[in-house]
């Protein structure tokens, strides 16, 4: 059965830390691996990675996937309170329906 | 200037009754979903339309029916509520035919509707 399992569950850190939010995968036939961030209400799109050891980048936010080790990771530089959220990974499997599959989320809260 | 809406965005009910969400978007996009997002936060893939015509059905119980009148809308009809029934459930709509396009595009999320069956 396909599944995305995320790590850490939830996470903690204060301004200006750094994290790294992880995504491990088993889907037949990958497509694209998806990271959006979820504060109050609709998940927000940040990243979509296809190719492996390429960097995504936006601001603080990167991403890199490694599609032979099957993850991905999340890391966001400088935190601000306003990075606390929950982030969601998610896989699109090609295929007919090329559904996207969501890992658990990781919770983050930055304190000041 | 709302990409992609929802009504309503909380809906309280009681058990047995039968109960709509209606979804719209702007975007131009030619495929809609249904999610729902349980208590844990897990999200999960119910329904999808491309065009009108049903792509994806999970396994849901038949007493949930999406409607597409168009491809800028998307409902969601409940019959018979059921206390499990309660979470968010999340619209969402992308460019293109997952799986038979020649690329992925991103989903984009509507605010979500809270149902509380009581």
């Known amino acids: 059965e396909d599944k995305v399992v995320q790590s850490p569950l939830s996470l903690v850190v204060h301004e200006g830390d750094t994290v790294t939010l992880n995504c491990s995968y088993e889907?037949?036939?990958?497509?694209?691996l998806l990271w959006y961030k979820q504060e109050k209400k609709a998940p927000t799109f940040l990243f979509m990675l296809?190719?492996?050891?390429i960097e995504k980048k936006s601001g603080r936010l990167s991403s890199i996937l490694d599609k032979k080790e099957l993850f991905s990771i999340l890391n966001i530089t400088a935190t601000q309170t306003g990075d606390s959220a929950v982030y969601l990974c998610?896989?699109?499997?090609?295929?007919?329906?090329?559904?996207?599959?969501f890992g658990q989320g990781t919770t983050l809260q930055v304190k000041p | 200037d709302t990409a992609v809406s929802q009504t309503p965005k909380y809906l309280v009910t009681q058990m047995g009754n039968d109960k709509s969400i209606k979804c719209e978007q702007n975007l131009g996009h030619d495929t809609m979903y249904w999610y729902k997002q349980d208590s844990k936060k897990f999200l999960k893939i119910m329904f999808s339309y491309n065009n009108k015509e049903l792509i994806i059905n999970e396994t849901v119980p038949n007493r949930f029916s999406p409607k597409s009148p168009d491809k800028a809308h998307l409902n969601l009809h409940i019959n018979s509520l059921e206390l499990g029934d309660s979470a968010v459930y999340f619209c969402a709509s992308s460019r293109s035919r997952p799986g038979l396009a020649d690329r992925s595009y991103e989903q984009y999320f509507g605010p979500g509707t809270r149902l509380t069956v009581t």
């Open positions: 889907v037949t036939n990958f497509r694209s």
């Open positions: 998610a896989v699109e499997s090609a295929g007919n329906t090329g559904k996207l599959i």
């Open positions: 296809t190719s492996s050891g």
